[in-house]
């Protein structure tokens, strides 16, 4: 089972960027597809942005051509680079790991971790 620790929320205003990361111990990282989520007030938590053990990537609509996720194998660290940020994007983002890339995409997961908040304003 892997661990999970989310970092590089803040305070941006629109237009911002912001990289947020996912380090993982506990286990063989490199095996797992990786997914990042946010949940805003009110609203259910929502996937927006998924990468699997091989690089093959999947995004939200809505941050289509403005978020990138990526992996770097050797640091055991999933990122999720965030350009062009509206306040629409305000939200706690988190990430989870499941080796089936099915799962990811459902986001079903029975635990979380805390997450790290997006506040996207002027």
Do not use: H
Not at 12 to 36: H, N
Not at 66 to 86: E, G, P
Not at 98 to 103: G, I, K, V
């Amino acid at each position: 089972q892997v661990q999970l620790v989310e970092s590089g929320g803040g305070l941006v205003q629109p237009g911002g960027s912001l990289r947020l990361s996912c380090a993982a111990s506990g286990s063989i990282f490199s095996i797992y597809a990786m997914g990042w989520y946010r949940q805003a007030p009110g609203k259910q938590r929502e996937l927006v942005a998924a990468i699997t053990s091989g690089g093959s990537t999947n995004y939200a609509d809505s941050v289509k051509g403005r978020f990138t996720i990526s992996r770097d194998n050797a640091k055991n660290t999933v990122y999720l680079q965030m350009n062009s940020l509206k306040p629409e994007d305000t939200a706690v983002y988190y990430c989870n790991a499941d080796r089936e890339r099915a799962t990811i995409l459902a986001g079903d997961f029975g635990s979380w971790g805390q997450g790290t908040q997006v506040t996207v304003s002027s």
